[in-house]
């Protein structure tokens, strides 16, 4: 592109610039933050379901899976204690993220990156090393923080270093990224519950640190963002960045837009209460009901706890394991195909073809655990 700016079918402006291996690489060590929160979701349901893991730390529920032929899987995991260790990740990822906006803002997303990943990996090893439930929940709850800065900085950190045309693609190598920490926590969680001593979940936790070192190195290696550089008042590093990650000098408009944006929302006082104005409220809307209904759907419950799940509808130990592999697989192929076609045929078509997918899907793994079920107690 000689120059000038032109406006996108999507309506956003785009600069010169082109894609350079500077932002594919930058982009991609950004991208492994996924990793933490990927490997998270596929580590934690299949420890759940080893043996030795219930009978050290949640002993209840390993007689009642063993010993009470009369219950369903779903209720011999029905336990406070158990939920509670999976849960305080969350709930400490959900209180990290308000922190984590305004240290990313004020220190720059690289070192939000750098702590979440440093915090992650105090977790993984708090983990590791667990001799008791306490253990367990504080490395859980260190882990969450980590999660709660990485899922804040590493988007805004890809969107910011992208060129507009190619934002979607690689906004997405941060989804990549979480499914190939489930798949290869699914892989993990296989091979682990085979050896032998019932030690095989200490290496699955104490795991996690690997993700974790990659990240908080990777984030000591990345560039600021132009956009976290004009904020923090680095204005001519911010413009030598633009130059840098665009392969062009003639990056002029794109750093005034920015430095506008930046003087703009400077003047806001008060941003909690003028996202509430009633022009912002169709996007404030979306922003809130399309994540929110995301969730509801499930899928991070499924992903979380597919081992569990598949063993609740009669598989095996070793069968539910490898079951949850293959949803990795899966997960993780779709990805590509959404890399390779979101900035061609738009975020509303793929939005409109993955809720009909799951629509189809959820509806047949609900006819077809409620038959399982029925059967299940018909025998008994």
Not at 156 to 176: C, D, H, T, V, W
Request: include cysteine; proline fraction near 3%.
């Amino acid at each position: 592109m000689a120059g000038g700016v032109v406006v996108s079918a999507s309506g956003g402006k785009e600069y010169p610039g082109k894609m350079t291996l500077f932002v594919f690489l930058t982009c991609f060590v950004a991208s492994s933050g996924g990793l933490i929160f990927g490997y998270d979701l596929g580590i934690s349901g299949g420890v759940t379901s080893m043996d030795s893991f219930l009978l050290k730390f949640f002993p209840s529920v390993y007689h009642k899976e063993k010993e009470d032929v009369s219950t369903n899987q779903y209720c011999k995991f029905d336990s406070e204690l158990l939920t509670l260790f999976t849960s305080s990740l969350y709930l400490a990822a959900l209180v990290a993220s308000f922190f984590a906006a305004t240290v990313t803002r004020v220190f720059g997303r690289k070192w939000s990156m750098f702590g979440g990943g440093i915090t992650f990996l105090v977790g993984a090893v708090v983990n590791g090393a667990a001799e008791s439930v306490f253990m367990l929940i504080l490395g859980r709850i260190l882990l969450g923080i980590g999660v709660g800065f990485a899922n804040q900085s590493v988007p805004l950190y890809l969107s910011e270093m992208a060129p507009p045309k190619l934002r979607g693609m690689l906004n997405i190598g941060f989804q990549l990224m979480i499914t190939i920490g489930i798949l290869a926590a699914n892989l993990i969680n296989y091979a682990t519950a085979k050896i032998a001593g019932g030690w095989g979940w200490r290496v699955s936790l104490g795991l996690a640190a690997v993700p974790a070192v990659v990240i908080a190195l990777g984030a000591l290696l990345l560039p600021d963002t132009p956009n976290s550089l004009i904020e923090r008042g680095h204005a001519e590093q911010a413009r030598s960045m633009l130059s840098k990650i665009r392969g062009t000098d003639d990056v002029q408009e794109e750093y005034d837009d920015l430095v506008a944006a930046s003087e703009e929302s400077k003047t806001i006082k008060h941003p909690w209460k003028n996202i509430l104005e009633k022009k912002y409220r169709p996007a404030l809307t979306m922003a809130i009901l399309i994540p929110f209904f995301q969730q509801l759907t499930g899928i991070n419950v499924i992903m979380f706890y597919a081992p569990v799940l598949f063993k609740t509808i009669g598989f095996e130990d070793d069968a539910a394991l490898m079951s949850a592999v293959i949803t990795g697989l899966v997960n993780m192929f779709a990805t590509f195909v959404s890399i390779a076609t979101v900035d061609r045929v738009g975020r509303r078509a793929l939005f409109l073809q993955g809720g009909t997918q799951m629509l189809i899907c959820q509806m047949e793994m609900v006819l077809g655990s409620t038959l399982t079920l029925a059967d299940q107690n018909r025998m008994k």
